[in-house]
């Protein structure tokens, strides 16, 4: 799980963005409190706005090399734009 911070609808699509590059893989969900939302539904995770959301990836029962690999890769990209967003903040 990672936290990312959803300060406005311009930090939306670049999530969704990876969200949806990752879904045949695994499904995320984006969570706010009691609300779940698909990370790959641009209007769901605008609704989250202006939160700090829980990025959840939801893994199969089985992982193969390949998932492991797109789960991390995923990991990566997701703080790569968490890193692109505080460095453009300031």
Do not use: W
């Not at 990672?2 to 609808?9: G, I, K, P």
């Not at 209007?43 to 492991?68: A, F, K």
């Not at 789960?71 to 967003?85: N, T, W």
Request: with cysteine; glycine share 6%.
């Amino acid at each position: 799980m990672l936290a990312y911070n959803l300060t406005s609808v311009d930090y939306v699509q670049p999530l969704v963005d990876i969200c949806e590059k990752y879904s045949k893989y695994f499904k995320v969900d984006i969570v706010c409190g009691h609300y779940v939302v698909d990370g790959s539904s641009y209007l769901g995770v605008c609704s989250m706005c202006p939160n700090i959301v829980d990025i959840v990836p939801v893994l199969p029962e089985r992982l193969d090399e390949g998932i492991e690999d797109k789960y991390f890769a995923f990991l990566q990209d997701v703080r790569r734009i968490g890193r692109e967003h505080l460095e453009n903040k300031e």
